[in-house]
Each structure stands twice: as structure tokens, then as C-alpha cells.
């Protein structure tokens, strides 16, 4: 196996201790499968215009080649130390570890013979919108595309629903519908998926962590007393969490899919049906996190699992 190398793509000022960026790349610097690891941010204002999406953007991105250990450091640490311009033509895999918003189109254009995007762009946009649930209704609470406040009435006539923004993400413009006469004031420019309202959410939201195919953790993260939406800054809890049949099943089924559309990275997360069998709530596949708390709560080794997964994907897909 032909050691490759890999450039990864961030934004270090809305890291902390808790991102994945930096016992990731660590491991992967160690591998020996791994020629060399390269990582430019889009915290730099030198980036900005390689990062925007436009007609004729930079080629070229500062940043710096992982020699060591990868520390994170609250006042940038590496990121504010000696920079190179960079040329992602130059590497074999470029890795986006962005968090939201990003301009997919942009890193669409890296995408060319002898370097491989992870995840795809064009991928993540099209599993990043809601709507893909949709693909999986068998797996799913009952849920639908609604385009009118007529639309939500005529839903929440079933049950309480839970309207979710297409593209919204960190649980931002999540609104529940406690019935046909309970509707806010809501902007239908962009429709909205809805999905039935679970009364079980409190046993909390799990989160299944996927690479290549393979489930390599999860975590059950149960929002505080009084609360329906988990946030662990604001008094929720993560612990380890076993996978069940039933979303093995799942993820079996969603697993051929994602591969199709480039996804190497992503999160699954499930939710506690009224029946009591976990379902499927929400598919994240941009700079998925909790790699290390996973290996700290299970006491396997799931960074390394995570990159001989990675550089299986990204050998096959440069082979082909």
C-alpha cells in the first residue's frame, strides 16, 4: 500500500479541548501509511479567498505540515505559528474537517484525477439536507416535506410533530407542534421536514459514529430535566452506548447509500420510537466529532480504527 498524503481542511477558531481535528491527525501523522499530513484553516484571513466560493478562487492555502503531536492550544497554538502556502494538487486526499456553513461548490472544483475530496462535496450536500431522510421512511418516525402552515395542520391533526429547517444544523429553527391549532409563526420561503414528535426523546439522542461503512461507537446523549433537545453545554449528559440489532440493521441499510454519494464520515443518530425500537432521526455527514470521547468511553482504539478505516477508503478510491 502506497503511503499517501493528506491535506485537512479546518477552522480552528471555533475549536477546544473536545474537537476530534487534533487526535485524528495526530494518529493519522503516525501511521505509516501516511506520507505526510498537511492542515490550513480557514481562520486565517490569508484564506479567505481560497475558502469563498467563487469564479476564480486562490489555489494556494497557508498552512502547515504535522511533524508531531497536534495540540490544541486556546490561543490557536500551530495555526498562529511559521505558515506555507500549501497546493491541495499536490496531496492525495484533501479532508474537510469544516463545521457549518460550508460552500460545498468550492471543494467540488478540488475534486480531480490523483486527488481524492473526503467527504465528497457534492455528497455532503445532497445527505445534508433533511429531505434525504425521506429515502428511508422504513426506518424513520412518520415524517413528510411541508411546504404550508395548511400542510403542518393537516400533519399535527396525527400527533405532535417537530419541524426541522432543510439545512439548518446544531439544532438551530428546531420547532415543535404540539397540535393543528398550536402553529407559530413560521417563514415557508424553504419547506420544512416534519416528523413525528417522540414521546420516548428523553431517554435521549444516540449517536452512532460511521466510517467507511463500519460502526465504530455510539454515545447516548440525554438532554437535562424538563428539556427535549439533549445539549451537553447546557446540562445534558454523553455516556458510551451500546448499538442495537435494529440499528445495526439500520445502518446496513443507510451504509451502501452514503458510500454511493462519497460519505466516509458520518454520524447517525437515533431516537426512541413510541414502541420502544430506536429509529432514525438525523444523518450528519460534515466534520463529525467524538472520536476520542468514544475511545475514552469504551476503552477500544478508535482513532486508529478510524484512520485504517479512512486509509482503506481513500486507497480503493484513488485505485479505481
Not at 487534533?22 to 501523522?29: D, E, G, K, R, S
Not at 490569508?46 to 490561543?75: C, I, T, Y
Not at 472544483?109 to 490523483?114: D, I, N
Not at 420561503?189 to 452512532?208: C, H, Q, T, W
Request: aromatic residues 8%; contains cysteine.
Amino acid at each position: 500500500m502506497t503511503p499517501l498524503s493528506f491535506l485537512v481542511l479546518t477552522d480552528h477558531r471555533g475549536h477546544s479541548t473536545q474537537n476530534s481535528l487534533y487526535a485524528l491527525v495526530t494518529t493519522l501523522a503516525r501511521d505509516p501509511r501516511c506520507a505526510r499530513v498537511a492542515v490550513a484553516s480557514r481562520g486565517d484571513a490569508r484564506n479567505e479567498a481560497f475558502f469563498r466560493n467563487s469564479p476564480e478562487p486562490s489555489e494556494e492555502v497557508w498552512g502547515f505540515q504535522v511533524r508531531e503531536e497536534l495540540k490544541f492550544a486556546a490561543d490557536g497554538g500551530r495555526f498562529n505559528g511559521e505558515l506555507a502556502p500549501l497546493h491541495p494538487e499536490d496531496y492525495d486526499v484533501v479532508w474537510l474537517r469544516l463545521p457549518h456553513p460550508v460552500q460545498t461548490e468550492r471543494f467540488e472544483r478540488l475534486q480531480r484525477p490523483g486527488t481524492l475530496v473526503v467527504n465528497d462535496p457534492a455528497g455532503i450536500a445532497r445527505t445534508g439536507d433533511k429531505s434525504f431522510l425521506l429515502h428511508f421512511p422504513e426506518w424513520t418516525p412518520p415524517v413528510r416535506l411541508v411546504h404550508s402552515a395548511g400542510e403542518v395542520r393537516t400533519f399535527a391533526r396525527n400527533f405532535p410533530l417537530v419541524l426541522k429547517p432543510l439545512r439548518a444544523y446544531g439544532g438551530q429553527g428546531i420547532v415543535r407542534v404540539d397540535g393543528p391549532d398550536a402553529l407559530p409563526d413560521l417563514d415557508f420561503r424553504e419547506p420544512y421536514l416534519a416528523m413525528k414528535f417522540l414521546k420516548n426523546v428523553s431517554e435521549g439522542d444516540k449517536r452512532i459514529l460511521v466510517v467507511n461503512g463500519k460502526i465504530l461507537a455510539a454515545s447516548l446523549r440525554i438532554p437535562p430535566p424538563g428539556e427535549w433537545l439533549c445539549n451537553v453545554a447546557r446540562g445534558g449528559t454523553s455516556v458510551g452506548a451500546d448499538v442495537t440489532p435494529e440499528e445495526i440493521e439500520l445502518i446496513d441499510a443507510l451504509a451502501p447509500e452514503l458510500l454511493r454519494h462519497g460519505i466516509c464520515f458520518c454520524g447517525v443518530d437515533t431516537l426512541t420510537n413510541d414502541d420502544g425500537r430506536r429509529v432514525l432521526s438525523e444523518i450528519n455527514t460534515l466534520s463529525i466529532g467524538g472520536f476520542p470521547q468514544a475511545e475514552a468511553q469504551t476503552g477500544r482504539p478508535i482513532l486508529q480504527q478510524t484512520i485504517d478505516e479512512f486509509l482503506t477508503y481513500c486507497h480503493d478510491h484513488l485505485t479505481r
